[in-house]
């Protein structure tokens, strides 16, 4: 039986060397549903913006009101503003497209372009990973488009291993699977 996820976890942020505003704290938490839009606007923004998604998938990142019905949908809220955001789909459920049953899938992880480096991607990433633990998970899985370098770069120093017999394509795009022992 499952628990239900504690609803915020609190990290400072890290130092940059940008010159943006940075935030003393940096909360994150589960997405509220009145926040749907605010999510997905986010999303569609950093993908588009990032040369990744079609038109057709833009309205599946617009859609934040689906991911906070059907999966966690997980802010990172900085001075009451949300910086980044990223969907946990639990085995069996809508989102699920790519994880097994002993699996978490992490889907549209995004960060706000202003607030890129101080660790916000990597603190959503851990709230997922002990989401799934709590849940009595054995892994994370996830997919990531061949251009997205950065993130790529982030799950491999979370410790996530390629799984190339799990790579797929839809249309055009390949997607390089990740997976992650918990």
């Known amino acids: 039986m499952s628990t239900a996820p504690p609803r915020t976890w609190t990290a400072s942020a890290r130092p940059s060397s940008r010159w943006v505003s940075v935030p003393a704290d ?3 938490r589960r997405a509220e549903p009145a926040e ?4 997905g ?8 913006t990032g040369g990744f998604g079609s038109d057709d ?8 009101r689906s991911r906070i019905r059907d999966g966690v949908v ?6 009451g503003a949300i910086a980044g955001t990223v969907t946990l789909a639990l085995p069996g459920t809508p989102m699920a497209h790519l994880c097994q049953a002993d699996e978490a899938e992490v ?3 995004a960060v706000d372009e202003a607030v890129r480096g101080l660790g916000i991607a ?13 849940e009595g998970l054995a892994a994370m899985i996830l997919c990531t488009e061949t251009g ?17 017999a799990r790579d797929w394509q839809f249309r055009d795009v390949r997607l390089l699977a990740y997976r992650l022992a918990l």
């Open 74 to 79: 997980l802010v990172a809220a900085a001075d």
């Open 36 to 39: 749907a839009d605010l999510v």
């Open 57 to 64: 998938y833009a309205k599946v990142l617009r859609d934040g």
């Open 148 to 164: 997205m370098h950065a993130a790529q770069r982030l799950y491999e120093r979370r410790g996530y291993l390629r799984e190339p």
């Open 122 to 134: 990597s603190r959503l990433m851990a709230a997922c990973e002990t989401l799934a633990r709590n």
């Open 26 to 28: 940096v909360t994150v």
């Open 41 to 48: 606007t986010l999303t569609e923004r950093v993908y588009r």
């Open 107 to 109: 889907r549209m992880l």
